[in-house]
């Protein structure tokens, strides 16, 4: 059977090409839930999105999300449609450092990858075309990260492995391909898991050296930060998930009680990246225990010079919009 040929979407235009009647009636329907669910964090969004995508044929939609990247996902997918909505910004955080950090020579270390979207980003033009690894140990995600690897000229590279303390086996399991876990031994697939060091044993990054480390790994940050103890000694800043239902921020409590890094994260009152000293602060920002928020910590003063400039840059846009 020849697989029907991908709907096309760009975010810059709103222009959606190469659909049906009922396809695009779908899309516009994903698109008001969209705008419906963001005054509630999204709750609901994604499982209705996936009933949906039941009653639609069986198609990836390739999404511009700007003139340098392309990034694939099955139509309907309840967790990516949201981007069919041209006012939707995934991870805003994520966005402003990455966008900001574009004239910095950085390797991005892409953990938890799933299909690629930062990948993607990160190796385009506007973003600073910087280098990329793209972890994701899923034999279900691992075939669409490498798709959106080849649309965008194999720029980025892809690794199928899950990131832990030490290198081993594991067994990966979940139900969403968003939430794939190594926590927990039942069931699943086997899956490779190396340790952030293990990159530089095996080569595929210098010893020295400025990275980004995004950790999106559902539940093994805490083991994932203990297996990069020389990573860590670069200029390196790792961006690890805080899953708003984690009241205990098990995370951030970690780095803060155990780790010399300073720890910063995103408030949208101040539209700065704040220092997190007392973990007060994460119960204000973490409003909605459905969705992750992101955490920024290094020890490079680098770095931590870094988001002051960014801190300032914002600042400075803000007063002139004012």
């Not at 720029?155 to 990966?172: K, Q």
């Amino acid at each position: 059977m020849i697989a029907q040929a991908p709907i096309r979407f760009d975010r810059a235009t709103g222009v959606l090409e190469g659909t049906n009647a009922w396809e695009r009636l779908a899309a516009m329907t994903l698109v008001a839930g969209t705008r419906v669910s963001s005054h509630f964090s999204y709750r609901g969004y994604n499982g209705c999105a996936n009933l949906l995508r039941r009653a639609l044929p069986a198609r990836d939609i390739d999404v511009t999300l700007n003139p340098d990247a392309v990034f694939a996902f099955p139509y309907g997918d309840g967790y990516w449609s949201k981007l069919l909505h041209v006012g939707y910004v995934y991870e805003q955080e994520l966005e402003l450092l990455f966008l900001g950090s574009r004239d910095i020579g950085y390797t991005l270390i892409d953990c938890g990858a799933n299909y690629g979207y930062w990948s993607v980003l990160v190796s385009s033009r506007p973003f600073g075309a910087h280098r990329a690894i793209a972890i994701e140990p899923s034999s279900g995600n691992f075939p669409k990260l490498q798709n959106n690897a080849r649309l965008n000229g194999n720029r980025f590279e892809a690794m199928r492995c899950a990131i832990g303390a030490t290198r081993g086996v594991a067994r990966l399991s979940g139900t969403k391909h968003e939430a794939l876990s190594i926590v927990g031994h039942d069931g699943g697939e086997e899956v490779p898991v190396i340790a952030l060091d293990n990159l530089i044993d095996d080569g595929t990054i210098a010893a020295t050296g400025t990275y980004l480390v995004k950790l999106d790994v559902e539940g093994v940050e805490v083991e994932a930060i203990k297996g990069g103890a020389r990573l860590l000694q670069t200029d390196t800043m790792l961006l690890c998930e805080e899953h708003g239902s984690d009241r205990h921020h098990g995370v951030s409590r970690f780095i803060l009680g155990s780790t010399p890094m300073k720890l910063f994260i995103y408030d949208p009152a101040s539209a700065r990246f704040e220092p997190v000293t007392e973990l007060s602060i994460l119960d204000r920002i973490k409003v909605a225990t459905n969705i992750g928020y992101n955490v920024f910590a290094t020890s490079s003063a680098f770095w931590v010079d870094h988001i002051g400039s960014l801190n300032a840059s914002n600042a400075r846009k803000a007063h002139r919009e004012t």
